[in-house]
């Protein structure tokens, strides 16, 4: 008896939609010619019916363009109509900031579910703070409620920026109250929220003024600075016409006097770690925060990709981390990341590699000294190389050399010198010996100066 086998040729879809893409060039068999802004697009009816929820109930219906050999599609742009088609029949489109609102519009109004799918992700990755208040415009129009919500987020996390853009202007009542009373606002200061009121409301004065007291109330006055509190807030008109307004500041100038006799309200959250925190990393996707004032423990979910072997150092109020090796020795990279509060930054990569190394902030900069360079032969080569990073102009430069190779120190900044301490030393071809020992490194405008007191134990 011959047994029975259902196989199949990798192949063949590809090779029939090829084919179909070629019969589309050359017109042949095409039944259809679509036309958006003049310019005609051959089809076939079969393939737009299958791709297309809006086609299909065209061409099954007794719609007169369910006959008609030439369809005029008046809602949808040339541009877009390439992209569609394109799509249907090579399952890839061509998405940019100059096109995505047309493709989207053309995508949505056609029904091209998978397209709409790609579309969607392409705005959800492509969120910043410049477009992501026009990009939430477009989820409200479309009902795209996931992309409205990571616009918000984008929002949040960018007020200082976004709130200065005109498009935040557009935002109704409702809205604007529910952005400036979210906890979720990271911003420098509390400032940047009433000017940004401040700001939405002279936009239509007229309008809008009666809104103003309500939405005032949302701000966390306790945490205005004193000198802007009595320059700016106390002398705006705004302010000065309600007296549910004026009782508000009145109150955050006594809060300054007596705090213990308000209740205080909660703070925002930042742009950089708050300085009353102090930032462990620990190996994993979290970083774990200690609040000294309130005293107690909490855990930030980070985003991005974490570095095992690498050093950290708190600078101006941000996280660093510098440099990797595999235990493997397979994998060696020079990255530079910052943890600005929100998610780590790609920095330019060191010149020198380094890793497991001594790190110091001195006079705004930062300094690394020494660590592992390379792995070979089953060899751990350390470094003496001194590099430095300058946060301002995000650049590294290698400026000296440590008297000796020195792996898995300890460095502190203090004033214009760095104290590393212990580590090991190499020696014998990449063995390492334990040693308690100080380097003291002094920095003299761009010349430095060395002294190494070694204690062998």
């Known amino acids: 008896m011959s047994s029975s086998k259902h196989l199949s040729s990798d192949g063949h879809f590809d090779f029939v939609m090829n084919m179909l893409v070629k019969q589309r060039n050359n017109t042949d068999y095409c039944d259809v010619t679509l036309i958006a802004e003049g310019q005609k697009f051959p089809a076939h009816r079969a393939i737009l019916a299958a791709s297309s929820k809006?086609?299909?109930?065209?061409?099954?219906?007794?719609?007169?363009?369910?006959?008609?050999?030439?369809?005029?599609?008046?809602?949808?742009?040339?541009?877009?109509?390439e992209q569609v088609i394109a799509f249907i029949y090579t399952n890839k489109v061509l998405l940019?900031?100059?096109?995505?609102?047309?493709?989207?519009?053309?995508?949505?109004?056609?029904?091209?579910?998978?397209?709409?799918?790609?579309?969607?992700?392409y705005l959800s990755d492509e969120i910043s703070p410049i477009n992501c208040l026009?990009?939430?415009?477009?989820?409200?129009?479309?009902?795209?409620?996931?992309?409205?919500?990571?616009?918000?987020?984008c929002i949040w996390e960018n007020f200082d920026q976004v709130s200065t853009q005109e498009k935040l202007f557009e935002f109704d009542e409702v809205e604007m109250e529910k952005l400036i009373s979210s906890d979720e606002l990271v911003i420098e200061s509390e400032e940047v929220v009433y000017e940004c009121l401040v700001g939405w409301v002279k936009h239509d004065l007229q309008t809008r003024k009666q809104?103003?007291?309500?939405?005032?109330?949302?701000?966390?006055l306790q945490y205005v600075e004193l000198d802007f509190l009595s320059k700016n807030i106390r002398k705006e008109e705004l302010v000065r016409k309600f007296l549910d307004c004026r009782d508000l500041v009145e109150d955050a100038f006594y809060f300054h006097i007596k705090p213990d006799?308000?209740?205080?309200?909660?703070?925002?959250?930042?742009?950089y770690p708050c300085k009353?925190?102090?930032?462990?990393?620990?190996?994993?996707?979290?970083?774990?925060?200690?609040?000294?004032?309130?005293?107690?423990?909490?855990?930030?979910?980070?985003?991005?990709?974490?570095?095992?072997?690498?050093?950290?150092?708190?600078?101006?109020?941000?996280?660093?981390?510098?440099?990797?090796?595999s235990e493997s020795g397979s994998n060696r990279t020079?990255?530079?990341?910052?943890?600005?509060?929100?998610?780590?930054?790609?920095?330019?990569?060191?010149?020198?590699?380094?890793?497991?190394?001594?790190?110091?902030?001195?006079?705004?900069?930062i300094f690394v000294f020494g660590g592992f360079s390379m792995v070979t032969n089953n060899l751990v080569i350390t470094t003496n190389c001194i590099s430095k990073y300058n946060p301002t102009n995000n650049t590294w430069e290698d400026v000296g050399q440590t008297k000796n190779s020195l792996s898995q120190a300890a460095a502190v900044g203090v004033g214009n010198v760095a104290y590393i301490c212990g580590g090991y030393g190499q020696v014998n071809c990449g063995q390492r010996n334990l040693r308690a020992g100080l380097l003291i490194c002094g920095m003299v405008g761009i010349t430095w100066q060395m002294v190494y007191k070694e204690i062998q134990q």
């Not at 809104?211 to 966390?220: A, D, E, I, S, V």
Request: with cysteine; charged share 25%; glycine share 4%.
């Open 54 to 81: 809006y086609f299909h109930t065209m061409f099954k219906s007794q719609m007169k363009e369910k006959f008609e050999k030439e369809i005029r599609i008046k809602e949808v742009t040339k541009i877009a109509m």
């Open 276 to 325: 009353d925190i102090t930032f462990v990393p620990n190996g994993q996707r979290n970083i774990a925060c200690f609040n000294v004032s309130e005293q107690e423990w909490s855990s930030l979910k980070v985003k991005g990709d974490y570095h095992g072997y690498v050093m950290y150092i708190v600078h101006e109020d941000m996280v660093y981390c510098f440099g990797y090796i």
């Open 261 to 271: 006799m308000f209740e205080k309200q909660k703070q925002r959250k930042h742009c």
């Open 211 to 220: 809104y103003f007291p309500t939405l005032f109330k949302h701000l966390r």
């Open 134 to 153: 026009h990009y939430r415009q477009l989820g409200i129009l479309y009902s795209l409620n996931d992309l409205v919500s990571d616009c918000d987020r």
């Open 96 to 121: 940019s900031e100059e096109n995505i609102d047309e493709v989207l519009h053309a995508a949505s109004l056609m029904q091209v579910q998978d397209l709409l799918a790609l579309v969607i992700k």
């Open 334 to 365: 020079n990255i530079s990341n910052r943890f600005n509060g929100i998610n780590w930054e790609n920095l330019a990569p060191m010149i020198t590699w380094h890793s497991e190394a001594a790190v110091a902030s001195i006079q705004g900069q």
